[in-house]
Nanobody, 124 residues
Framework: QVQLVESGGGLVQAGDSLRLSCVAS????????LGWFRQAPGKEREFVAS????????DYADSVKGRFTISRDNAKNTLYLRMNSLKPEDTAVYYC?????????????????WGQGTQVTVAS
């Protein structure tokens, strides 16, 4: 079992930046693939970004590529999402998730553990 706690969300203006953090309770964090997902009101949860266990491989949804950066600090059991040039359509609850394999995925069903989410609201 892995417990995840996200933080760093808030209300910002379009064009601003935010950095989300996700702290995991378990030391084996460093062996797992990690991901960020988001869910806007009335929409399904969608993939945002993922990072391999070593941090050497990343994947991004087309909608955030070039604006968001996913990273991890295994020594601190922490996952990050740096979000630049935020747009109103980025407004959503952002979730971090853990996939207990070495292979990245964009599918929500492939991730076993989830945080409670942090709200990001981007005003126009």
């Amino acid at each position: 079992q892995v417990q995840l706690v996200e933080s760093g969300g808030g209300l910002v203006q379009a064009g601003d930046s935010l950095r989300l953090s996700c702290v995991a309770s378990r030391g084996a964090f460093s062996s797992f693939v990690l991901g960020w997902f988001r869910q806007a009101p009335g929409k399904e949860r969608e993939f945002v970004a993922s990072v391999s266990s070593t941090g050497g491989s990343t994947d991004y949804a087309d909608s955030v590529k070039g604006r968001f950066t996913i990273s991890r600090d295994n020594a601190k059991n922490t996952l990050y999402l740096r979000m630049n040039s935020l747009k109103p359509e980025d407004t959503a609850v952002y979730y971090c998730a853990v996939r207990a394999t070495f292979y990245t995925s964009r599918r929500t069903n492939d991730y076993a553990w989830w945080g409670q989410g942090t709200q990001v609201t981007v005003a126009s």
